[in-house]
């Protein structure tokens, strides 16, 4: 039997202020499965990616990454699992203005060390998300779309086990979104990465294999 990807464990996540955004999140997902997640805003879909990242610490519950405990783990500890293991597309891109195009795509792999085969593996996916031919340009003159695609190559260029989404077609046109969703589909069947998706949109989800809702009481099928 394979082993999971991912798997949640009674995730509950509280505010400060005492408000819950969700509690009971049980969630497993295998090697090659996509899955999107839908929800009203403020929900805390964002807050559940950060959660599964390492970047935030629920109240109770487990988080497992191919069998290993988060929790388990110092911050150091769950850095080098995200640089390793995971690929993080953000609402707020986090795009580092001082490099060009194909360096920011390349980062996870020269903080892996593999500086060597940076620029090769950056440029194709530069060309898979639209951007061929422009890996030597600076962030400052892309649009918000762009940046989302820069961002896009950037999470897969390293081939993690996990991928997380926020919003990743938020700012992209119809037909480009529908690219980079089957870009998704391919590095799935490609490398076996599991993927997470929270989006709002019903026709992104729709590429997904499941479809859930989170609520401030869990995650429930959704009907698409």
């Keep these: 039997m394979t082993s999971p990807v991912l798997s949640l464990e009674g995730l509950r996540r509280v505010l400060p202020n005492g408000r819950e955004l969700f509690g009971t999140v049980d969630l497993t997902l295998a090697p090659g499965e996509f899955v999107a997640i839908l929800g009203e805003s403020g929900v805390g879909k964002s807050t559940l990616l950060n959660v599964v990242g390492g970047l935030d610490i629920p109240q109770q519950g487990r988080v497992l990454i191919e069998g290993q405990d988060l929790a388990a783990l110092d911050e ?3 850095t080098l699992l995200r640089r390793d293991r ?3 597309v953000f609402q707020a891109f986090h795009i580092l203005p001082h490099l060009t195009l194909w360096q920011n795509v390349a980062l996870p792999l020269v ?3 593999r ?7 950056a440029e194709p996916l530069l060309e898979a998300v639209g951007l061929g031919g422009r890996g030597g340009e ?7 779309g762009e940046l989302q695609r820069v961002a896009i190559a950037r999470a897969i260029v390293h081939r993690p086990a ?13 037909a480009t979104a529908e690219g980079v969703l089957a870009l998704f589909r391919r590095v799935v069947a490609e490398t076996g990465a599991a993927i997470m ?3 709002h949109s019903r ?4 590429t997904a294999d499941r479809v859930l809702t989170l609520t401030p009481k869990g995650l429930a099928d959704a009907i698409v």
Excluded: H, K
């Excluded at 500086?115 to 593996?121: K, Q, V």
């Excluded at 600076?138 to 918000?144: E, K």
């Design 76 to 78: 150091d500890g769950r």
């Design 86 to 88: 995971i690929g993080f």
């Design 111 to 113: 903080l892996q060390g």
């Design 115 to 121: 500086s060597g085969e940076a620029r090769s593996s």
């Design 138 to 144: 600076r962030p400052s003159v892309l649009s918000g």
């Design 162 to 174: 996990l991928i997380l989404a926020d919003e990743p077609t938020g700012n992209l046109d119809p």
């Design 197 to 199: 998706l929270v989006t």
């Design 203 to 206: 026709l992104a989800a729709a």
